[in-house]
């Protein structure tokens, strides 16, 4: 399975869009700071994931919530 995820920074008002096949040991790396792109806003609780069975798929998904229409879409779905 491959996931795709948002987290949310305890600290800042942060969210981080991501991909994985480990999502338990993903959100651990994250929370670890061996994440740079992460690692200065930690920790972060994972406040939504959803299940791909090809990686493309979860690949493309993650791909759209990076943009500004897929942004949009999950502030007003999942946030």
Not at 9 to 20: E, I, N, P, R, W
Not at 36 to 58: D, G
Request: hydrophobic share 30%.
């Amino acid at each position: 399975m491959y996931y795709v995820y948002i987290l949310r920074s305890k600290q800042v008002d942060f969210y981080y869009f991501g991909s994985t096949e480990d999502l338990k040991r993903r959100v651990e790396e994250h929370n670890l700071g061996k994440v740079v792109s992460t690692k200065n806003k930690k920790p972060y609780k994972l406040i939504w994931y959803c299940c791909f069975c090809e990686k493309q798929k979860a690949l493309d998904f993650e791909k759209y919530l990076k943009t500004g229409s897929g942004g949009a879409f999950a502030n007003k779905r999942f946030k």
